[in-house]
């Protein structure tokens, strides 16, 4: 899947690319995106020419995912911007390899927030389920191990660590997870121990 960058601030597009290497594309233009299809477009929410809605909706509507970064970001900002269905949202100031741990949750087809938008969306959002009601009798032990760590927002890479398996492992045991207890991401799994 093909990575495009846009912004309209070309330090953004430089450290971006310094991240990604030379594994991207970058549109100048923002009418350049309309030809954009079947990929993960990284733009920052000022960039946003058009209106903002009727802009995600037609990335959308060519395959693209969307990964939406801003300057002073929000929560209200974030519930909007993943409700109109972007795939990614956190702040320009990230660490590098938050930006590659982003790329590789969309491309795997999940959402991804800085953790500190996980939690606030966590803390917003009220669970239908309580603790109680999740079984999770039908998951391995270590699939169980998984999960402890998975529903606070701890990273696959920093799991792999504390369990001495690989971080491929790891994704391997959350997709099972994700699939046993019929939800589609990390968010959904955490809302059900909300």
């Known amino acids: 899947m093909e990575i495009v960058l846009y912004s309209d601030d070309i330090s953004l597009i430089n450290k971006w690319e310094n991240t990604i290497g030379n594994n991207c594309r970058i549109c100048y233009e923002f009418d350049e995106l309309k030809n954009i299809k079947n990929s993960i477009i990284i733009i920052n929410y000022t960039a946003f020419e058009d209106d903002i809605e009727e802009s995600i909706k037609f990335f959308n509507s060519n395959g693209n995912r969307l990964l939406v970064f801003e300057k002073n970001p929000t929560l209200r900002n974030a519930k909007k911007i993943l409700k109109l269905g972007a795939k990614g949202y956190g702040n320009i100031e990230i660490k590098e390899h938050f930006i590659l741990s982003a790329i590789e949750t969309i491309k795997d087809g999940m959402v991804w927030l800085h953790s500190e938008f996980t939690t606030m969306l966590l803390n917003d959002t009220s669970s239908k389920k309580q603790k109680e009601d999740v079984d999770i009798d039908n998951l391995t032990k270590r699939e169980k191990e998984v999960i402890n760590f998975l ?16 971080p491929r492992t ?25």
């Open 151 to 166: 529903k606070d927002g701890i990273s696959y890479k920093d799991i792999a660590q504390k369990l001495s398996i690989t």
């Open 170 to 194: 790891v994704k391997a045991h959350a997709q099972n997870i994700y699939t046993k207890l019929n939800v589609k991401d990390r968010l959904s799994l955490s809302l059900l121990f909300k």
